[in-house]
């Protein structure tokens, strides 16, 4: 290459260069800055490196708290052991009202409501007058039973002057068989009722006797040959005939008596008998059977007036007219309700039918989210049948007791059913179990404010306990209050 060209390649190159010196320079120095920077980050590694050697491979579980705060947090411990575990499933279910201590008193009959003498929320007792209602249908049906007692009060005075015909006829018959005279029969029978057959059998009595005693007179005579014998046999033929009319005229007026007894019977039960539909007629139309010795039938306003009382014990929850208005059959005055008892409802779901083995009586516990989950006790009445086609489940009933007053149809609840039977089973508190990031875990005390995360396995669970499959021996120190504290701490600790 010759002089010329290469002074000129000089020319041109060294200006390039001069001018890419301060770039090639802040590259050099961001360079140098990395590597210093990488150097002390291994260096501090390393350094690091023999402390982690020496820790424990589970430090990032163990946690100790100071005295003080372990004081304040006031720890409970309970050992995990083998204990009676029955696995439950908590359902919703509401309460609702005691269907035999719910009463919608209704109008038995058309009428006017003349006075309502409850309020809603007013407490009554049994028995105790709610309403007035006037009806000329409940007077027609109680002027029935005048008109039947007096039919009743008939046939009662009717049948006691048969019975007491019947029994002056057997005292004028054991006279008559003794033979006594007729005027003695008289008088001994002059003060006691003997109707028409006085004279029916007295008659034909002393007929008897007279012609027994014209017998006897003329006998002799005939004997003697005074009389002929003619005249003795028509004697004794009137004797024979006054006789016979004597015993016939007994025998019809006893059997006469008798008839009469038996029919006055017949009509007195008969009277009874539609005195009974009458008064049936009158509890058809009031829809209970009414106190017939407090009812009054003394005059019209009596007649119609028709008091509507309290089937039961218990409070007004509504009220569906007022004083004065018209009513019609049917029609809903009051819901009268006792909610000293009330039922709880739930429904078991399908997947749970054949570990269910509820009867009547088992125990249930209700927790109630309105009463700050206030748990209390129920028991099972009865298990449904049929099953819900919208849930597919069927309804459990059970019977709560609220002698407080604090639950109220309609309240949502929680229920606590029992699932299949119960067995002996490593658990734990309920309370003691934490659960984060998809793993179970307890905390065990290591004493001396030291405490260490177990990772566990749970299987099922009652209401009080869960069971432990893996993760813990029986007699572990498990703390159960305070579990969530040491929770946070660990996580806090972990940041």
Not at 30 to 44: L, P, Q, S, Y
Not at 380 to 387: N, Q, T
Request: net charge negative; hydrophobic share 40%.
């Amino acid at each position: 290459m010759s002089e010329k060209p290469l002074r000129l390649v000089k020319a041109t190159l060294v200006p390039k260069i001069l001018s890419a010196l301060p770039t090639l320079f802040v590259l050099s120095m961001m360079a140098g800055g990395w590597f210093i920077v990488h150097r002390i980050n291994e260096e501090g590694q390393a350094s690091h490196e023999p402390a982690s050697e020496t820790s424990s491979p589970n430090n990032s579980d163990m946690l100790t708290l100071p005295s003080g705060k372990v004081e304040a947090a006031r720890f409970e411990v309970v050992p995990a052991d083998s204990r009676l575990i029955q696995h439950v499933h908590n359902v919703p279910g509401r309460i609702r009202y005691d269907d035999a201590k719910h009463v919608d008193v209704k109008a038995p009959m058309d009428g006017i409501l003349s006075d309502m003498l409850v309020t809603p929320g007013e407490q009554v007792k049994s028995g105790q007058l709610l309403a007035i209602l006037r009806s000329a249908e409940i007077g027609q049906a109680r002027a029935e039973i005048l008109k039947r007692q007096q039919q009743c009060e008939i046939a009662k005075q009717l049948l006691e002057r048969d019975t007491t015909l019947a029994k002056n006829l057997m005292i004028l018959s054991s006279m008559l068989d003794e033979g006594r005279a007729i005027e003695s029969i008289e008088a001994a029978f002059s003060d006691l009722a003997l109707g028409s057959y006085r004279q029916e059998i007295l008659s034909t009595y002393s007929k008897m006797r007279l012609s027994a005693e014209l017998l006897a007179r003329i006998e002799p005579l005939a004997n003697s040959g005074s009389v002929a014998g003619r005249v003795l046999r028509e004697r004794q033929s009137e004797r024979q005939v006054s006789e016979t009319a004597f015993r016939t005229a007994r025998d019809q007026a006893t059997f006469a008596a008798n008839q009469s007894k038996l029919k006055a019977e017949a009509e007195l039960a008969e009277a009874d008998r539609q005195l009974n539909l009458a008064w049936q007629a009158v509890d058809n139309l009031l829809g209970y059977k009414g106190d017939r010795q407090r009812v009054s039938l003394g005059d019209e306003d009596s007649l119609s007036r028709l008091e509507i009382r309290a089937p039961i014990s218990g409070s007004i929850e509504s009220r569906g007219f007022a004083g004065n208005e018209r009513v019609m059959r049917g029609d809903s005055l009051i819901v009268l309700a006792n909610t000293d008892s009330l039922y709880v409802a739930a429904s078991i779901r399908e997947n749970d039918w054949s570990a269910v083995s509820l009867q009547s009586g088992t125990k249930l516990s209700v927790s109630v989210p309105a009463l700050n989950d206030r748990v209390f006790e129920a028991s099972v009445r009865y298990v449904g049948r049929e099953v819900q086609s919208e849930t597919n489940s069927i309804p459990v009933v059970a019977t709560i007791s609220n002698e407080e007053g604090l639950l109220r149809p309609g309240m949502f609840v929680r229920v606590t059913i029992p699932i299949g039977a119960p067995r002996q089973a490593l658990s734990v508190k309920s309370e003691s179990v934490i659960r984060h990031d998809n793993q179970q875990f307890v905390f065990v005390d290591l004493t001396g404010g030291s405490f260490k995360r177990v990772d566990i396995s749970t299987g099922q669970a009652s209401e009080e306990w869960i069971e432990v499959t893996k993760g813990l021996t029986a007699g572990q120190p498990v703390v159960t209050h305070g579990a969530f504290l040491l929770k946070s701490e660990l996580l806090l600790k972990g940041e």
